[in-house]
């Protein structure tokens, strides 16, 4: 799946899920390794099933740079109305991070903001999707971002749940309706409903690993 020539870069995705992240990156050209401690039929890129900070703790030095995506669930709106327990995994997802000398992103939630340190903003708007999907990366490792211009929303967005109306946005989130259209979207056609709900659209990855290459080549991201 990848839609780049190879850069000779090796990116690890740490919590890689079914695989949106890593499409990003693989699109920018690099050779992508996802870890996940649950299987992972449908990501379509080399799969290692074991925790990502183990793996991470052994292996993250081996690579050029390094993704992660920390479950959510513990800062997720949703989940504390409902009471779930989910742990909260940013902190030490840091710690071995920074152990292994590589640069690197956190991708999280809204909820998550307090404990990101000054993380860059994106929003599907910034990629002319019809979907606002924020997501905030940390970066870390001598790797920095520039925050891109975040246009005004200015199309309206589909309630949670609810079917996208025409000329609204989709909020592809919890038990959505329309996954052929989320995947459209998204761009992320192999994905099912589950896949899709918790994904970071390839687009914002694609644009880290054009800034993590413009960065090597000492070119302003």
């Known amino acids: 799946m990848n839609t780049a020539l190879p850069n000779g870069l090796r990116v690890l995705d740490l919590f890689c899920c079914q695989g949106g992240a890593g499409k990003g990156y693989a699109d920018a050209g690099f050779d992508v390794t996802g870890v996940d401690l649950a299987p992972q039929p449908r990501n379509p890129y080399r799969f290692v099933q074991a925790d990502a900070i ?7 030095a081996g690579f050029d740079f390094i993704h992660a995506s920390p479950p959510c669930q513990f800062d997720s709106d949703c989940q504390r109305l409902q009471g779930n327990d989910h742990p909260d995994l940013i902190g030490p997802t840091r710690a071995a991070l920074e152990a292994t000398g590589r640069p ?15 993380p860059v903003l994106m929003c599907g708007g910034m990629f002319a999707m019809a979907t606002y999907r924020h997501r905030y990366f940390e970066t870390g490792g001598g790797f920095a971002l520039v925050q891109p211009r975040h246009p005004r929303h ?7 749940g609810r079917p996208v109306p025409p000329g609204h946005y989709g909020q592809f989130i919890g038990n959505f309706s329309g996954v052929a259209l989320a995947r459209q979207v998204m761009g992320v056609p192999w994905m099912n409903r589950d896949g899709i709900r918790e994904c970071i659209p390839p687009a914002y990855t694609a644009w880290i690993g054009t800034a993590v290459l413009a960065s090597r080549l000492g070119v302003a991201a």
């Open 104 to 118: 690197f992103v956190i991708e999280n939630v809204r909820g998550a903001l307090p404990k990101l340190r000054t």
């Open 154 to 160: 200015t199309a309206p967005q589909a309630k949670m």
């Open 54 to 60: 183990d793996f991470v703790r052994e292996h993250g």
